[in-house]
């Protein structure tokens, strides 16, 4: 495949032409297609990994593997199905509780790791969702290792971390402020950091090549205000 293709939640698809011209053809590198695996279960995944490969796919985007809220008494319904009142419970792995391998909707760290092991047999590249931006609508349900290793609950957060973002054009408010009903973590904490990035070299120990940052924006640079 030579020029790259995107498949979005929806499956679409994009495409390009290529017509005979006098000059050189330029050197095409986007010819590494990603599978975007969205809420596929890390055996799910591992189980068809060689369908995956053989299709073409050199990347597989894993949704959020960190340990996460667990709601509506834990049920695993992903997707909702035609005229069901149950919604699907998908949401709740963008939800971090902890920055530990694993969460009851997706697998365990040894189901991951597994998954590891099937894409490095065929030759397959992991991505992985990550989400440090926020934790749980509900925040209480931080586990105590998070807590404690920021140096107690009330510095996981910024400051109006708790406080909905009213203007999204003011970038203090967007990378202090809670969006969407999700509580603002205290990136800038340094404890925070090296908590969270031990969770990311864990990932890169088994093998993962590359993390898609959610809610990218809201996350606060050294240049923003503080």
Known sequence: MKKILFLAMAGSIIATSCHKTDQAPEADTNDEVILHAWSWSFDTIAANMKDIAEAGYAYVQTSPANTCFVGEDGGMALYSQPGDSIKGKWYYYYQPTDWKIGNYLLGSRDQFKSMMDS????????????????????????????????????????????????????????????????PDVNTENPDFQAYYMNYVNDLLSLGVKGFRYDTAKHIGLPSDPQ
Request: hydrophobic share 35%; glycine share 10%.
């Open 119 to 182: 894409a490095s047999k065929y030759n397959v590249k992991i991505i992985v969702d990550v989400l440090p931006n926020h934790t749980a609508v509900d925040h209480s349900a931080v586990l105590p290792d998070l807590d404690n290793a920021v140096g107690g609950h009330d510095k996981l957060f910024h400051a109006n971390g708790l406080t909905d973002i009213i203007d999204y054009n003011d970038r203090y408010q967007c990378t202090t402020g809670k969006m969407g009903g999700l």
